[in-house]
C-alpha cells in the first residue's frame, strides 16, 4: 500500500502531456519585463534606471525588508524603461523593462554544467546566499527561500521535507527537473538539510513518476539522509499538510505552519534552484514552464528566462491552438486564468495551459442535492456545501468557527460537485472577510 | 487574436459526474426491482409505473412553469426517480386517479413546496405513499398476490403480506412456527414471491440494483449496511429471547419494505445525512424504528414511518456530527 494522506482528495485525469519531453531551453527574447513583485511579502525597490547596462545575474531591484526578495536581471543589455504593467495576476505593478542585448553574464556566476557536490558554506552562508540570490519557493506560493530556511528560536525542526509530488494534472516541470537534474536537486537538498541543520530529508513523489521515483533513489544512494517517498496519486497531496501528513503521519495544527511539527517543506524546483545559487552563485533568473494543452500542436518543458512575454512560450510550443477559450498560469485546479498573453513569466510560473473553448466555460449551476460528495472530497475535513453558504449569506462569524480560514482553495469540492455548484468562489470570498475579520479584531 | 480569453477564478476543470447521471444512475439500478416485479405482477406493475412517473414529472413541470414562472427543471431526473419510488412503494393493483394524488402529494406537497429539488426535509415518494394509505387505507393494503406474469390489473387476486400474516397471527396467539408455514420460504422471499407493495419485493434484484449504485459511487455503505444490521441485531435479540413470538432476523430482512428502503429510500440525498457518522445514526434510527413498529405498533410495517421520522432529525445530525477536521485547532492572538 502506498502512503498518502488520509482524508479526503480526488483524482483528475492526469492528462501529463509532457511527461516525455525534456526539457528545451528557449532562445533570449529581443526584450524582457522583470515586474519588482514576483513574491510573497513587500515588492522589491529598483535599484537601475532608464539606460542603466545591465549584466544577467546583476541585481537590479533590491529587496525591501525581511519579508522580500531581491531581483536580478535575467538578460544582458541596457533598461529600456521602469513602468507599471499587467502581470500574470491580472494586477498592475512595476517591472523593469531590458532590452536585450547578447547575453553576458556577471563574472561571479559559475555558468559550467559540473556537478558540485561538495558544500563548502555555513549554515548562515547558505540562508544569506539564498536571500541575495531572490530565492523563492519555486511550487506557486513564492515565499522567500531564505525566511523558510532561517528556524525561529523556540522552534525545532527535525525534518526536511521535499515536494516532488507535482499533483496537478498538465504540469511536468519537477518530473523533468528530478530525471534530467538528479544529482542537482539532491545536492540541493543536502545543501537546504544543512541550513535547517537537519540530518534526514524526505522526497515525497507520486507513484505516476515512476522514472523519477526509480532515478532518484538510485541517486540518493551517494546523499546522506536522503529517503525517496512514493505516494499514491491523489489530489492534493502536494499542499504542505497533506504531504507532511503522507510523508510522515504528522498534523500541522489548524492555522499552524509544519515547524509546529517540526518539519520544512521545499519544493524540487526550489532544490535546484538553491543548488544554483548555493554552489554556482547564480540568482533566481530562469525557471522550466510547462506548455501545454490538448490542441497544442508543440507541448513541452521550457527552461525560460523571467520576464520572457508568456505568447514567447505559446510560440515555442507550435502558436495558440484556434480553438482556445482560456489559458491558465499554473495548474488546472489552482492556476490563474490569464485575462491576455503579454505578460511575463515570473518566479512562480510553472505551466502555462491552453483550455479549449467548449472546456473553458462552467456547466450550469443547479441546486445542491446535499448528496455530500464535496465533504468527501474535502482533504481539510471541512464542508464546502455549509462554508461556502454561509459566506455567500454573509454569516462570517459562523463561517469562521466551520474553520472557513483552514481552506487551502484547492478546489477538490468544486470539482467534484455534480451540480456543478461554484463553492471555491464562495469559500474564497467568506476566507478573505473572515481573514479581514480577524485582523480587524487583533488592531483593536 | 481575434477572440478574448475566458477568466474564472480557479479550479479551471469539473468532474464528469453530474446531477443528471446521478439520478440515472439511480433509474439504472431500480431497473432489476422493477423488471422483477413486472414478472410476478404482469402489467399492474407496468402501469402504475408508467403512470406515476408520468404523474410526478408532469406535476413538477407544470408547478415551475405556471405556478413557479421559472425554467422547467425536470430534465435532471429528479421527478422520475420520485416517480419510479412512489410507483415501487404502492400495490401494482393500485387505481390510476388514486396514483396521480399521490404524485401530486409527493411533488407538489412534499417537494415543491419546500423550494424544489434539494429543499425538501422529507422523502417526497415516501410522504406520497404515507398519505395514500392513510387516505385510501383499503386500496393500499389489498396487495395482488405474485402469480408470474399476467396481464391483469384492478382485478388482480389478492391476499396478505407475509408481515400482515405473521402480526395478524401473532396478536391472535398462534406461535412463529406455525405461522412460518404460512409464509413463503426465505429462499422465495429473497426471489420475491410474496405479496407487497410493486417494487418492494424482490430483494435479490434491489441488493444487485444497492451494489450498482455503492460501485458507481452514487450512494456509500453506510446508510442501507446500518439499517440492515440493526433490523437483524434488534430481531435477533427478541428472536433469540423468545422464538415462539418473534419472527427470526432473515424473515425481518426478507420482507416488508426494508430492503427497498434501506437501499433506495433512506438514501435520498436530500433527505439523508452528510457525513459518515451521522448516516450511521440515521441508519440505527431507522432500523430500530422499523422494529418497534413492526413488533409493537398498530401496522404490520413501518420501515416508510421510521424513514420518515428519521428524515426530521436528518438537520440536527448536520449540524452536530461534523467530519473530523484536519490539523488540531489552536488559539491564536
Redesign the interface.
Known amino acids: 500500500m502506498l502512503k498518502t494522506f488520509p482524508?479526503g482528495g480526488?483524482h483528475?485525469p492526469e492528462n501529463k502531456l509532457t511527461a516525455e519531453r525534456p526539457i528545451v531551453i528557449l532562445p533570449v527574447p529581443v526584450q524582457v519585463t522583470v515586474p519588482v513583485s514576483q513574491h510573497i511579502g513587500a515588492p522589491a525597490v529598483p535599484v537601475v534606471e532608464k539606460g542603466t547596462p545591465v549584466k544577467t545575474g546583476q541585481i537590479i531591484a533590491q529587496a525591501k525588508g525581511f519579508v522580500s526578495a531581491n531581483i536580478h536581471s535575467p538578460v544582458s543589455g541596457k533598461v529600456n524603461k521602469i513602468d507599471t504593467v499587467v502581470d500574470t495576476t491580472?494586477y498592475k505593478q512595476t517591472a523593469v523593462i531590458i532590452d536585450v542585448e547578447g547575453d553576458e553574464w556577471l563574472e561571479t556566476i559559475d555558468r559550467t554544467d559540473s556537478l558540485a557536490k561538495d558544500v563548502a558554506m555555513t549554515r548562515e552562508q547558505i540562508i544569506e546566499r539564498c536571500q541575495l540570490c531572490g530565492l523563492v519557493g519555486m511550487g506557486g506560493a513564492t515565499f522567500p527561500t531564505h525566511i523558510k530556511l532561517t528556524v525561529p528560536a523556540g522552534k525545532k525542526c527535525d525534518m526536511l521535507i521535499i515536494n516532488g509530488v507535482e499533483c496537478e494534472?498538465y504540469l511536468t516541470s519537477d518530473h523533468r527537473l528530478m530525471l534530467e537534474k538528479g544529482a542537482e536537486v539532491l545536492t540541493g537538498v543536502s545543501i537546504i538539510m544543512k541550513a535547517l541543520g537537519v540530518d534526514r530529508a524526505v522526497i515525497g513523489i507520486e507513484a505516476n513518476k515512476p522514472d523519477a521515483i526509480s532515478n532518484l533513489t538510485e541517486l540518493a544512494k551517494d546523499f546522506k539522509g536522503i529517503t525517496i517517498q512514493p505516494l499514491k496519486v491523489k489530489y492534493p497531496q502536494g499542499g504542505e499538510?497533506q504531504l507532511i501528513?503522507a510523508c510522515t503521519g504528522r498534523?500541522?495544527?489548524?492555522?499552524?505552519l509544519p515547524l509546529d511539527v517540526g518539519v520544512v517543506v521545499q519544493n524540487v524546483g526550489t532544490s535546484f534552484a538553491v543548488y544554483e545559487a548555493v554552489q554556482k552563485n547564480k540568482p533566481l533568473i530562469e525557471r522550466v514552464v510547462t506548455v501545454t494543452g490538448k490542441s497544442v500542436k508543440n507541448p513541452g518543458n521550457f527552461l525560460v528566462r523571467i520576464g520572457t512575454p508568456v505568447t514567447a512560450l505559446i510560440e515555442a510550443a507550435g502558436g495558440?491552438p484556434d480553438d482556445?477559450?482560456?489559458?491558465?498560469n499554473?495548474g488546472?485546479?489552482?492556476?490563474?486564468?490569464?485575462?491576455?498573453?503579454d505578460v511575463p513569466v515570473t518566479k512562480g510560473t510553472s505551466g502555462i495551459?491552453m483550455?479549449p473553448?467548449d472546456?473553458?466555460?462552467?456547466?450550469e449551476v443547479?441546486?445542491?442535492?446535499?448528496?455530500?460528495?464535496c465533504?468527501s472530497a474535502?482533504?481539510?475535513?471541512?464542508?464546502p456545501?455549509l462554508i461556502s453558504v454561509l459566506a455567500q449569506k454573509g454569516m462570517y462569524e459562523k463561517a469562521e468557527k466551520e474553520?472557513i480560514t483552514?481552506c487551502m482553495?484547492c478546489?477538490a469540492c468544486?470539482?467534484?460537485?455534480?451540480?456543478?455548484r461554484p463553492l471555491?468562489?464562495y469559500i474564497?470570498l467568506g476566507k478573505a472577510t473572515v481573514i479581514r475579520m480577524a485582523r480587524e479584531r487583533?488592531t483593536k | 487574436m481575434n477572440n478574448l480569453l475566458n477568466v474564472s477564478p480557479s479550479p479551471h476543470q469539473q468532474g464528469a459526474e453530474t446531477t443528471r447521471k446521478l439520478m440515472f444512475g439511480v433509474v439504472i439500478a431500480l431497473a432489476p426491482a422493477l423488471a422483477a416485479s413486472v414478472y410476478f405482477f404482469g402489467t399492474g406493475a407496468i402501469i402504475v409505473t408508467l403512470v406515476s412517473v408520468l404523474a410526478c414529472v408532469a406535476t413538477e413541470y407544470l408547478i415551475q412553469k405556471f405556478i413557479l414562472k421559472m425554467k422547467p427543471s425536470v430534465s435532471d431526473g429528479s421527478a422520475v426517480v420520485t416517480g419510479l419510488l412512489l410507483a415501487f412503494n404502492v400495490p401494482s393493483n393500485l387505481p390510476v386517479y388514486i396514483i396521480i394524488i399521490g404524485a401530486i402529494v409527493s411533488i407538489g406537497v412534499a417537494k415543491m413546496t419546500f423550494g424544489g429539488l434539494g429543499n425538501n426535509p422529507f422523502n417526497p415518494a415516501l410522504v406520497g405513499r404515507v398519505f395514500l394509505l392513510i387516505s385510501f387505507p383499503v386500496q393500499m393494503t389489498s396487495w395482488p398476490v405474485p402469480t408470474g406474469f399476467k396481464t391483469g390489473y384492478l382485478d388482480a387476486v389478492t391476499g396478505a403480506t407475509p408481515l400482515g400474516i405473521m402480526s395478524e397471527g401473532i396478536k391472535n396467539g398462534e406461535t412463529v412456527a406455525a405461522l412460518m408455514e404460512k409464509v413463503p420460504s426465505h429462499m422465495q422471499l429473497f426471489y420475491g414471491y410474496m405479496g407487497g407493495s410493486m417494487g418492494e419485493i424482490a430483494a435479490l434484484a434491489l441488493i444487485l440494483g444497492g451494489l450498482y449504485m455503492i460501485y458507481r459511487k452514487i450512494i456509500t455503505w453506510h446508510i442501507p449496511v446500518t439499517i440492515l444490521l440493526t433490523v437483524a441485531i434488534f430481531t435477533g435479540i427478541l428472536w433469540v429471547v423468545d422464538p415462539t413470538k418473534y419472527a427470526d432476523p432473515g424473515f425481518h430482512l426478507l420482507t416488508g419494505g426494508i430492503m427497498l428502503g434501506a437501499i433506495f429510500m433512506a438514501t435520498d440525498y436530500v433527505t439523508s445525512p452528510m457525513t459518515a457518522k451521522g448516516m450511521v445514526i440515521y441508519g440505527i434510527g431507522i432500523g430500530v424504528i422499523t422494529v418497534l413498529i413492526r413488533t409493537w405498533g398498530a401496522y404490520p410495517e413501518g420501515v416508510s414511518f421510521a424513514i420518515l421520522i428519521m428524515n426530521a432529525f436528518v438537520p440536527l445530525l448536520n449540524m452536530y456530527i461534523k467530519p473530523k477536521r484536519f490539523g488540531k485547532e489552536v488559539k491564536h492572538g
Open positions: 482524508k480526488i483528475p491580472g494534472p499538510k501528513k498534523e500541522v495544527p489548524s492555522g499552524g495558440m482556445t477559450g482560456k489559458v491558465v499554473g488546472p485546479m489552482m492556476g490563474k486564468a490569464l485575462a491576455m498573453t495551459i483550455f473553448a472546456a473553458s466555460k462552467r456547466a443547479l441546486p445542491c442535492i446535499r448528496c455530500g460528495k465533504s474535502c482533504a481539510m475535513g471541512l464542508e456545501w474553520r483552514d482553495e478546489g468544486a470539482y467534484t460537485c455534480p451540480a456543478k471555491l468562489d474564497r487583533i
